[in-house]
């Protein structure tokens, strides 16, 4: 079992950047899958993208490639995610996941734990 703790929103300008943390307050999470979704303002989620254990492998929406990336540190138990250029639709809660599988999944119901989320406002 793992619990997850994200940090990192804010309000934030269009065209900033920002990293939200996705911390493992308890367990180890170099053993686990991670995974970043986003629940928008209309109340959709939306999967990011994943990266491995080893955090050597990483699968995102097509939509989220070019300004989205994920990075693990495994001595700080924690799994990244980077947004450049911000902008409005960005807008949402990020929350990061974990399954506990070496499957780079893309639906939610394969996480079997959350982090409680952070928001991210862009102001345009």
């Known amino acids: 079992q793992v619990l997850l703790v994200n940090s990192g929103g804010g309000l934030v300008r269009t065209g900033a950047s920002v990293k939200l943390a996705c911390v493992a307050s308890?367990?180890?999470?170099?053993?686990?899958?991670v995974g970043w979704f986003r629940q928008t303002p209309r109340n959709e989620r939306e999967w990011i993208g994943c990266?491995?254990?080893?955090?050597?492998?990483?699968r995102y929406a097509k939509s989220m490639e070019d300004r989205f990336s994920m990075s693990r540190d495994i001595a700080q138990n924690s799994v990244y995610l980077q947004i450049n250029n911000l902008e409005p639709d960005d807008t949402a809660v990020y929350s990061c996941?974990?399954?506990?599988?070496?499957?780079?999944?893309?639906?939610?119901?394969?996480?079997?734990?959350w982090g409680q989320g952070t928001q991210v406002t862009v102001a345009s």
């Open positions: 996941a974990a399954q506990n599988s070496a499957g780079l999944s893309d639906q939610a119901a394969e996480y079997e734990f």
């Open positions: 308890a367990g180890t999470l170099w053993h686990y899958t």
């Open positions: 990266i491995s254990r080893s955090g050597g492998t990483t």
